[in-house]
């Protein structure tokens, strides 16, 4: 005899960070493993960083910016810098959006200066 059921969708959800690209058009869907860090002019006029590290994947990207989901409460403005874990994407980066969630933050954060051939847009 058969029964009606209901059954969760096997169709992926969509992450936090997806919802935050869709004000990005440019963002294209990228999986890179970085820490960031919140940083600050020190007294010799150098970025120095404060706070902890903080391990992420960078979810989405555009040619300025990375958007990421994150544990650290970041705000409008906050100055982060951007590293992988080969040096070949070592950035600073300004926060222009966050949307707070329970638990995290969705995060897209524009870079201060051209970071050549970060990602690539045929």
Same mark, same amino acid.
């Given at each position: 005899?058969?029964?009606?059921?209901?059954?969760?969708?096997?169709?992926?959800?969509? #992450?936090?960070?997806?919802?935050?690209?869709?004000?990005?058009? +440019?963002?294209? $869907?990228?999986?890179? $493993?970085?820490?960031?860090?919140?940083?600050?002019?020190? +007294?010799?006029?150098?970025? %120095?960083?404060?706070?902890?590290?903080?391990?992420?994947?960078?979810?989405?990207? !555009?040619?300025?910016?990375?958007? *990421?989901?994150?544990?650290? /409460?970041?705000? *409008?403005?906050?100055?982060?810098?951007?590293?992988?874990?080969?040096?070949?994407?070592?950035?600073?980066? #300004?926060?222009? %959006?966050?949307?707070?969630?329970?638990?995290? !933050?969705?995060? %897209?954060?524009?870079?201060?200066?051209?970071? /050549?051939?970060?990602?690539?847009?045929?």
């Amino acid at each position: 005899m058969a029964q009606q059921a209901t059954a969760p969708s096997r169709a992926a959800q969509t #992450s936090k960070v997806a919802d935050l690209a869709r004000f990005f058009p +440019d963002a294209t $869907p990228v999986r890179i $493993p970085i820490q960031f860090s919140r940083t600050s002019n020190s +007294d010799a006029g150098q970025p %120095a960083t404060h706070g902890v590290p903080e391990s992420t994947v960078i979810e989405f990207g !555009t040619p300025r910016e990375v958007l *990421f989901a994150c544990t650290t /409460p970041l705000e *409008f403005a906050d100055v982060l810098r951007v590293r992988n874990s080969d040096g070949s994407l070592d950035a600073e980066a #300004s926060v222009v %959006a966050v949307q707070y969630h329970p638990g995290c !933050t969705a995060v %897209a954060a524009r870079f201060t200066n051209s970071v /050549p051939n970060w990602i690539i847009k045929p």
